[in-house]
C-alpha cells in the first residue's frame, strides 16, 4: 500500500476565511511534504517534517500554517488566503528523509480563493 | 540541488520504446536520480531511482552514464496512458529531505 490519502479534493474558500488541508499516511512513513502547484508549472516545496518536526520551510507566507500532529497526519491551516494562492496543494511522505528513499505523493486538494 | 536538463516535449508512438533523457552534469558523487511522472491533474507517480548501476522495475529502466552527468528513462512499450510530464530530480545528500521539480518533458504516446 502506497497511498497518500488528501482531504477535501476541492475547496473553495474566501479571502477571509480559516480552513485547513489534510493528509494521512498509514505507511509508517517519518518524513511528510507540502507542495504548492501551479497551473501548468511544477510542484514547488514548501514545508518538510521529519520525525514530526518541521525541518524545512521554504520561506513560505504566515498565511500557510503546517502541522503535524503525529506520524500519520499533516495539516496545512489557510488563514488570510489571497487569490494568486489559488493552486493545487500536493501532500507526499517518504519512509525516512533520507536520499535513498522514494516520496509517494497525493492525489492533491484543488483550493480556489475567492 | 544538482541542476537537471530536460526536453520540454517528447512524442512516442504507442508500442514502441519511449526514452526520455536528462542531463545532470553537476551531480555529486552520493546524490541519487529520481524520476517521477505527473499524469493532467492528479499527484506525480514515483517511477524508478538510482546512484549509479543502471535500475529496472515494472514500470521502466533507469540508465544513468558512467560518469553520471546524464541518465535515460525507458518506458520499454509506451501506451497512451503513459502521455505525461516527466520529472528527472537529483536530490541532494545533506539533509535529503526535499525532491525538487524542474519543468520536466511532456511525452505524448500517439496512436
Known amino acids: 500500500d502506497t497511498e497518500v490519502t488528501q482531504t477535501p479534493k476541492h475547496l473553495v474558500m474566501g479571502m477571509t476565511n480559516k480552513k485547513s488541508l489534510k493528509c494521512e499516511q498509514h505507511?509508517?512513513?517519518?518524513?511528510m511534504y507540502w507542495y504548492k502547484q501551479k497551473a501548468k508549472k511544477p510542484p514547488e516545496l514548501m514545508f518538510v517534517?521529519?520525525?514530526?518536526?518541521?525541518?524545512i520551510n521554504e520561506s513560505v507566507p504566515s498565511r500557510f500554517s503546517p502541522e503535524c500532529p503525529n506520524s500519520s497526519l499533516l495539516n496545512l491551516h489557510l488563514h488570510a488566503l489571497q487569490p494568486e494562492d489559488s493552486a493545487l496543494y500536493l501532500c507526499?511522505?517518504?519512509?525516512?528523509?533520507?536520499?535513498?528513499?522514494?516520496?509517494?505523493f497525493g492525489q492533491g486538494t484543488r483550493l480556489t480563493v475567492v | 540541488d544538482a541542476k537537471t536538463t530536460q526536453p520540454t516535449s517528447m512524442d512516442c508512438a504507442e508500442g514502441r520504446a519511449a526514452n526520455l533523457p536528462c542531463n545532470h552534469s553537476?551531480?555529486?558523487?552520493?546524490?541519487?536520480v529520481y524520476w517521477y511522472r505527473q499524469i493532467h491533474s492528479q499527484g506525480p507517480q514515483y517511477i524508478i531511482h538510482?546512484?549509479?548501476n543502471n535500475e529496472t522495475n515494472e514500470m521502466a529502466s533507469l540508465i544513468i552514464t558512467e560518469d553520471r552527468k546524464s541518465s535515460t528513462l525507458i518506458l520499454p512499450h509506451a501506451t497512451l496512458r503513459d502521455t505525461a510530464v516527466y520529472y528527472c530530480?537529483?536530490?541532494?545528500?545533506?539533509?535529503?529531505?526535499?525532491?525538487?521539480f524542474g519543468p520536466g518533458t511532456r511525452l505524448s504516446v500517439l496512436p
Open positions: 507526499a511522505s517518504s519512509r525516512t528523509g533520507r536520499v535513498n528513499t522514494e516520496a509517494f
Open positions: 505507511m509508517g512513513h517519518r518524513a
Open positions: 517534517y521529519s520525525y514530526e518536526k518541521l525541518s
Open positions: 553537476t551531480i555529486s558523487g552520493n546524490e541519487y
Open positions: 538510482g546512484l549509479k
Open positions: 530530480i537529483v536530490r541532494v545528500t545533506n539533509y535529503g529531505q526535499n525532491f525538487v
